[in-house]
């Protein structure tokens, strides 16, 4: 899925995109360190892959919106995404 959205020529990013943030069957577990926590797939792309959600810190040098998505793409995106529960966030 990231290497479809990181490819310039593939149209469909916004719409792969919001099939994952609706995709909350089944939970991943995100290990980081010696931690993990259980995540939906869309918390995963919009908070660690997409950086897209304002509401949350960004690790130093990164850049919000690398993958070219438009203003009206990202405005779909977070609106999806803020309307789905969390498995993480409280």
């Given at each position: ?35 993990g ?9 919009v ?18 919106n ?25």
């Amino acid at each position: 899925m990231i290497t479809l959205i990181r490819k310039k020529d593939f149209d469909k990013k916004s719409e792969l995109i919001l099939k994952a943030i609706n995709d909350t069957e089944y939970p991943i577990e995100y290990a980081s360190g010696c931690t993990g926590r259980p995540m939906y797939i869309g918390e995963y792309l919009v908070d660690y892959v997409l950086f897209l959600d304002e509401n949350n810190p960004l690790p130093k040098d990164v850049i919000r919106n690398q993958f070219n998505l438009s203003k009206e793409d990202v405005d779909n995106i977070i609106s999806e995404f803020r309307e789905k529960p969390s498995l993480w966030k409280k």
